[in-house]
């Protein structure tokens, strides 16, 4: 169960390109978590962005949960998600992060160090969601 995670730990070290959804060239938070999820069939060929994905996985039957699987959602509110991860447990995630709109490409994430990195979730205070598939809570 959560390949798509195993697959997101496989990620690991892929830099951080702000619109990336390629991991040879480059992921960024929605890119990575959309990379996997349509990996194994959660999502279709749509490009989402982090808060299309809250709303089309909640319409798709996703639970409120936390834990490995879970995917999770930051940001003021439901409505202005500005990054999102995958749960490992209920302390760590994996995340394409460190960058922003101004790390365009590798040569700029291996300057300020933006990656596909595992961290800990207390350290975002922003969390306003977690989701996991239907009958994973």
Known sequence: MNDYVDLALKF???HYVWGGN????G???SGMV????RSFGYIGK???????LYFHLLAAGW??????GSVLFFGPNTDN???IAFGLNDKLMVESGGGDRN???KKEAEKIGAYVRIRPIINRRDLVASLVPGGLK
């Open 12 to 14: 690991i070290g892929v």
């Open 22 to 25: 390629n991991p040879l060239s």
């Open 27 to 29: 992921l960024d938070c």
């Open 34 to 37: 959309c990379e996997c999820l």
């Open 46 to 52: 749509a490009d989402h962005s982090a808060s299309s």
């Open 63 to 68: 639970v409120h949960g936390v834990g490995r």
């Open 81 to 83: 998600i500005n990054h």
């Open 103 to 105: 790390t365009i490409n």
